[in-house]
């Protein structure tokens, strides 16, 4: 049984940073993509970072240069390093998992199949 649990989120100023994280279990892709999504309260959910697993990774432009995201296998846990924040930051983090169908990484969270339960991030101006 796949299980994802975010951790990492809390509040922060404006040009802070935090260092979200993503404990995996149970997942037997062996071709897959990891994906980091977030979702603002009343707007659609998006995706923000995704890796595959060559390691290349996509991000969505409204966080390029500002956020990485990264894989430690031995550890089993994705993370995601959060820079320069803004408060349009603001939103409920999940990480995701899903069979890689193309050799792009996705930020379509239809194309996910595994959620985690999500961590709050807020920042503050």
């Known amino acids: 049984q796949v299980e994802l649990v975010e951790s990492g989120g809390g509040s922060v100023q404006a040009g802070g940073s935090l260092r979200l994280s993503c404990a995996l279990s149970g997942y037997t892709y062996s071709n897959y993509w990891l994906g980091w999504f977030r979702q603002a309260p009343g707007k659609e959910r998006e995706g923000v970072a995704s890796?595959?697993?060559?390691?290349?990774?996509r991000y969505a432009d409204s966080v390029k240069g500002r956020f990485t995201i990264s894989k430690d296998n031995a550890k089993n846990t994705l993370y995601l390093q959060m820079n320069s924040l803004k408060p349009e930051d603001t939103a409920t983090y999940y990480c995701?998992?899903?069979?890689?169908?193309?050799?792009?990484?996705?930020?379509?969270?239809?194309?996910?199949?595994?959620w985690g339960p999500g961590t709050q991030v807020t920042v503050s101006s």
């Open positions: 995701a998992d899903g069979e890689r169908r193309y050799w792009e990484p996705s930020l379509r969270a239809s194309e996910y199949r595994n």
């Open positions: 890796i595959d697993s060559t390691g290349r990774t």
